[in-house]
């Protein structure tokens, strides 16, 4: 955990790119989408409360058209300190009577400006005529103003609305949308930041275990990351492609270090021989032809276990494509030639579906040493050798096995005798490298099978192994 905590207080330029560029894109997204929603929210308030004032005022001035063209009004009627003026001065509206002159008789307040337009409205002649003016300004406001004729000749009203308060009012609620955006945009960032600082916290890991491997070349690092979502699934992918390969380098040292062992046996004796044949006139001639049998043999047997060892790596490295394979034809063609090189008697017996995918060089290789290990402890045996090849009755594993009347297996050798190297205690006189069979749980394994061997009734052994399906690009799983 203490590792784990270091990994994790360690600041990977990368990854903090990563967090910054999240960060601030979480922020713009959210920025954006405020500054949308704020303007449109903004700009449809504005112009509600606009509509609603400019209705407002248009009501206000249709009303006195109608009053002063349904009755013969003159400018008293609507003078301040008449009862009932309140009809035509509702709030936030001011009203300025004009003489007939056009002067004004009755002042508003503020006092509003008198055009000539408006001198002309007092002077004519029909009742209810308008001439209306936008953005007048008095003092520090603006109105909006229009004046109605009283008819013939009689005056004019001037009624007025201020807006300029209005603008004041959208204007604060403007600036108050500003700072509740920026407010909501900085939270954004902050949560971004947050944000990705949590979800990068395990890819830091990852990447820590990862530098962590490439500059020790340990490969046994655990990886502590934890999670169902992507990243958790990543760290297991990682976890368990640290721990494949780490399986993959423990089996190639203990290939080189077995190997190694083996070979010095023959080697040893190679030079023992070879440095008898400096000496080799001095020898009578039945120990001249002993020494260069012993040769042959030990060259013979080296050549051999320098070839399963090649073979044994070529099983590894997975280089074979796969392809749909019948294993009783790949059995067939394992028969005819044990037939030919030994001179036994071999039968072959297939049954059900034998076809499957596979490698057909690897599962060759398997059957041909399962057959010539039977032939070589059953090397005496009347009997023939028996192979059968059985397709699943259902859904299941092809199976293959060889049968002999071999010594059989003891029980101390049924657990280890697909181990690399291992030779049972009766077949060390044998020739032999002890990786046939060892290639032979490979091959199985590789296919999504496994090797299996038991004793036989009667005497022998049943040795062979099951194919299932690939996976994993040629990894099996059972």
């Given at each position: 955990?203490?590792?784990?905590?270091?990994?994790?207080?360690?600041?990977?330029?990368?990854?903090?790119?990563?967090?910054?560029?999240?960060?601030?894109?979480?922020?713009?997204?959210?920025?954006?989408?405020?500054?949308?929603?704020?303007?449109?929210?903004?700009?449809?308030?504005?112009?509600?409360?606009?509509?609603?004032?400019?209705?407002?005022?248009?009501?206000?001035?249709?009303?006195?058209?109608?009053?002063?063209?349904?009755?013969?009004?003159?400018?008293?009627?609507?003078?301040?300190?008449?009862?009932?003026?309140?009809?035509?001065?509702?709030?936030?509206?001011?009203?300025?009577?004009?003489?007939?002159?056009?002067?004004?008789?009755?002042?508003?307040?503020?006092?509003?400006?008198?055009?000539?337009?408006?001198?002309?409205?007092?002077?004519?002649?029909?009742?209810?005529?308008?001439?209306?003016?936008?953005?007048?300004?008095?003092?520090?406001?603006?109105?909006?103003?229009?004046?109605?004729?009283?008819?013939?000749?009689?005056?004019?009203?001037?009624?007025?609305?201020e807006f300029s308060d209005t603008e004041d009012l959208l204007r604060a609620l403007q600036q108050r949308t500003l700072s509740l955006m920026a407010a909501v945009v900085v939270a954004a960032g902050l949560f971004g930041w947050w944000l990705a600082r949590r979800i990068t916290r395990r890819l830091v890991v990852l990447t820590s275990a990862a530098e962590n491997v490439a500059r020790t070349r340990r490969?046994?690092?655990?990886?502590?990351?934890?999670?169902?979502?992507?990243?958790?699934?990543?760290?297991?992918?990682?976890?368990?492609?640290?721990?494949?390969?780490?399986?993959?380098?423990?089996?190639?040292?203990?290939?080189?270090?077995?190997?190694?062992?083996?070979?010095?046996?023959?080697?040893?004796?190679?030079?023992?021989?070879?440095?008898?044949?400096?000496?080799?006139?001095?020898?009578?001639?039945?120990?001249?032809?002993?020494?260069?049998?012993?040769?042959?043999?030990?060259?013979?047997?080296?050549?051999?276990?320098?070839?399963?060892?090649?073979?044994?790596?070529?099983?590894?490295?997975?280089?074979?494509?796969?392809?749909?394979?019948?294993?009783?034809?790949?059995?067939?063609?394992?028969?005819?030639?044990?037939?030919?090189?030994?001179?036994?008697?071999?039968?072959?017996?297939?049954?059900?579906?034998?076809?499957?995918?596979?490698?057909?060089?690897?599962?060759?290789?398997?059957?041909?040493?399962?057959?010539?290990?039977?032939?070589?402890?059953?090397?005496?045996?009347?009997?023939?050798?028996?192979?059968?090849?059985?397709?699943?009755?259902?859904?299941?594993?092809?199976?293959?096995?060889?049968?002999?009347?071999?010594?059989?297996?003891?029980?101390?050798?049924?657990?280890?005798?697909?181990?690399?190297?291992?030779?049972?205690?009766?077949?060390?006189?044998?020739?032999?490298?002890?990786?046939?069979?060892?290639?032979?749980?490979?091959?199985?394994?590789?296919?999504?099978?496994?090797?299996?061997?038991?004793?036989?009734?009667?005497?022998?052994?049943?040795?062979?192994?099951?194919?299932?399906?690939?996976?994993?690009?040629?990894?099996?799983?059972?």
């Open positions: 955990m203490g590792r784990t905590r270091r990994l994790l207080a360690r600041r990977r330029p990368g990854l903090a790119s990563l967090r910054t560029t999240f960060a601030v894109s979480f922020a713009a997204v959210t920025a954006a989408v405020t500054v949308l929603v704020g303007i449109l929210s903004y700009s449809a308030a504005a112009r509600l409360v606009r509509v609603d004032q400019q209705s407002v005022f248009t009501e206000v001035v249709q009303d006195v058209q109608g009053e002063v063209r349904q009755q013969r009004m003159v400018p008293e009627d609507f003078s301040s300190s008449r009862p009932g003026h309140d009809l035509v001065r509702p709030a936030r509206t001011d009203v300025q009577v004009l003489g007939a002159r056009g002067q004004i008789v009755d002042h508003g307040n503020p006092v509003l400006p008198v055009t000539s337009r408006d001198r002309a409205m007092a002077t004519t002649g029909a009742a209810g005529r308008t001439a209306q003016h936008k953005d007048v300004r008095v003092g520090e406001d603006l109105f909006r103003v229009a004046t109605v004729s009283l008819g013939e000749g009689r005056g004019a009203v001037q009624v007025a609305q490969l046994g690092i655990e990886v502590p990351v934890a999670g169902m979502d992507e990243v958790g699934r990543l760290g297991r992918a990682f976890d368990r492609m640290l721990g494949r390969l780490a399986q993959s380098e423990e089996d190639q040292r203990r290939l080189v270090q077995d190997a190694g062992h083996e070979l010095r046996t023959p080697l040893t004796s190679l030079r023992t021989n070879i440095s008898l044949l400096r000496r080799i006139d001095e020898l009578p001639p039945a120990t001249r032809e002993e020494l260069v049998a012993d040769l042959t043999q030990e060259a013979r047997e080296l050549t051999d276990l320098v070839n399963e060892l090649v073979d044994l790596a070529a099983g590894q490295s997975d280089s074979e494509p796969s392809q749909r394979v019948d294993l009783a034809d790949l059995a067939e063609d394992v028969v005819g030639l044990a037939r030919r090189r030994t001179g036994r008697a071999i039968v072959l017996r297939a049954s059900g579906d034998t076809s499957t995918d596979g490698r057909p060089g690897m599962l060759q290789r398997a059957i041909s040493n399962l057959v010539e290990n039977a032939a070589k402890f059953d090397r005496d045996g009347t009997g023939p050798i028996e192979v059968n090849v059985a397709g699943p009755a259902r859904h299941g594993p092809v199976r293959v096995e060889v049968l002999d009347r071999g010594p059989g297996i003891t029980d101390g050798d049924l657990i280890r005798i697909f181990d690399r190297f291992y030779r049972a205690a009766d077949a060390r006189s044998l020739p032999g490298s002890g990786l046939g069979l060892s290639i032979v749980r490979e091959v199985a394994m590789a296919h999504g099978g496994a090797p299996f061997a038991y004793r036989r009734e009667g005497g022998g052994s049943v040795i062979g192994f099951t194919i299932g399906f690939m996976v994993d690009g040629g990894r099996g799983a059972s």
